[in-house]
């Protein structure tokens, strides 16, 4: 019999993925979460901080705000927002996510720390000195981390970007954040528009479909 999954699918400069945080956090301690990492802004779609840049995401980050608590510091909206030399590019930020995972099976403790310097700190997180120090804040090896995020930018880290999407056009799933639970009777998307703010109900709502965790004296 199939174990109980939950695919993610995400991006690490998503807004709403950010919103979702405290979803991913509840969601791991009822049963094992995948992530996949789409590249919203990677390649031909990375973008320089710009002024409309700012004016289109300040609603956003907004209503996001309002609807799932999550905060977004002074920091971001008033330093990394109007940091015209600043870069938005998925692909380095993914790469350390998978970098992370590969050496630790830290993956989503890295995206949650990245969510924290871009959205809090309004650090550059797609310069790779700083996904180092990322790293290393989590106690993850400096100097192994480097090694591992250079061998897996590139190619490595498109092929996981086309992997995410050819699972998205399987489940059809539009955009990002995408929640998609894998049982043994198959794949369901679930809508968390209902539970941003309220990471209690959606674990109780995956515990109601997933069962208790392996192992669980539930």
Same mark, same amino acid.
């Given at each position: $019999?199939?174990?109980?999954?939950? *695919? ?6 998503? !807004? ?23 590249? $919203? $802004?990677? !390649?031909?779609?990375? %973008?320089?901080?710009?002024?409309? &840049? ?5 609603? @956003? ?5 309002? &609807? ?12 990394? &927002? ?35 310097? @871009?959205?809090?700190? !309004? ?6 000195? #700083? ?17 591992? &995020?250079? %061998? ?7 092929? *996981? ?9 399987? #489940?059809? +799933? ?17 809508? #968390?528009?209902?539970?941003?703010? @309220? ?17 669980? +004296?539930?």
């Amino acid at each position: $019999m199939t174990a109980p999954i939950l *695919h993610y699918l995400y991006d690490p400069l998503c !807004g709403w993925c950010y919103g979702a945080a405290p979803l991913v956090r509840a969601a791991r301690d009822v049963l094992p979460v995948r992530p996949r990492s789409g590249g $919203m $802004m990677a !390649g031909a779609r990375r %973008q320089a901080v710009t002024p409309q &840049l700012r004016a289109y995401v300040q609603p @956003h980050d907004q209503r996001i705000a309002q &609807l799932s608590g999550q905060p977004f510091g002074p920091a971001y909206t008033d330093g990394l &927002l109007r940091d015209n030399g600043a870069v938005f590019d998925s692909e380095p930020p993914t790469a350390a996510m998978l970098a992370a995972e590969q050496l630790a099976g830290r993956g989503l403790d890295m995206l949650a720390r990245l969510q924290v310097a @871009h959205y809090e700190e !309004g650090r550059r997180i797609a310069e790779p000195s #700083v996904l180092v120090e990322l790293a290393a804040s989590l106690g993850l090896d400096a100097a192994a981390f480097a090694e591992t &995020l250079t %061998q897996l930018s590139g190619e490595a880290v498109q092929a *996981h970007f086309r992997d995410t999407r050819e699972f998205m056009a399987r #489940v059809g +799933a539009q955009g990002f954040p995408t929640f998609v639970l894998e049982t043994a009777e198959g794949l369901q998307s679930i809508d #968390v528009s209902a539970y941003l703010g @309220h990471p209690q109900a959606f674990q109780e709502r995956l515990r109601q479909r997933a069962g208790p965790p392996a192992g669980s +004296a539930d």
